[in-house]
């Protein structure tokens, strides 16, 4: 198969070397207990690397599958962006694998996911304020100790309210350690205390 008729690349917008981050996020927190999330699922691209690296674990997916909803002043993309995809056409690319789709408007269309569900390892890539914040709220405290939220838009050129939402959540926690797969941009933070 050649790069261009490879239906994987071309189903994520992110760049390989944070999808290899990701993949190795996925083996090092392996022996730890919790089920995985990703919110901004777009295409299903990174979905299907999480669904992979972890067969054994449920990985819900959160997404419009519509496209961006409303954006605030801070952030660059607009209501609409990434609209393009749809929840079938997602099902159909995840056939087969452990996954959970919670289609809507983040963090309503987690309303209904069970309280007691604990996470170890949570992809946030919804590249604006307002949903990033969301994420920060709701799955911090859900996340088990040692697990891994990672913020694939940190720094991006693209997506100032995603570093605001998480600069402003994790400045009041001392216990975390920051880090990406490069100096540019991807980040994640690791629980190290409950
Ligand atoms: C950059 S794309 C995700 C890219 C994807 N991870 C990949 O592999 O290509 C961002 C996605 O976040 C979704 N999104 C942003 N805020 C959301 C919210 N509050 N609720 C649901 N989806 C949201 C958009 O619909 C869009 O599909």
Not at 89 to 107: D, S
Request: one cysteine or more; hydrophobic letters at 40%; a negative charge.
């Amino acid at each position: 198969m050649t790069e261009n008729n490879n239906p994987d690349k071309i189903r994520s917008v992110v760049p390989k070397v944070r999808q290899e981050f990701l993949r190795q996020q996925a083996l090092q927190v392996a022996s730890l207990r919790g089920e995985v999330a990703e919110i901004g699922v777009y295409k299903g691209g990174t979905a299907k690397i999480l669904a992979r690296a972890m067969p054994a674990r449920m990985v819900h997916l959160f997404d419009t599958f519509e496209g961006m909803p409303e954006t605030s002043e801070v952030d660059i993309h607009k209501p609409g962006d990434f609209a393009d995809t749809s929840l079938e056409t997602v099902n159909e690319y995840l056939q087969g694998y452990n996954v959970h789709f919670w289609p809507g408007i983040f963090p309503d269309s987690a309303r209904l996911l069970p309280d007691d569900i604990e996470f170890v390892l949570v992809h946030v890539d919804v590249d604006i304020y307002e949903s990033t914040k969301a994420a920060c709220e709701f799955f911090w405290p859900r996340l088990v100790t040692g697990g891994i939220m990672i913020f694939d838009d940190y720094n991006g050129p693209r997506c100032p309210g995603a570093n605001k939402a998480v600069d402003e959540f994790f400045n009041a926690w001392q216990e975390i350690e920051v880090s990406g797969p490069n100096k540019r941009y991807g980040t994640r933070v690791v629980k190290t205390q409950k």
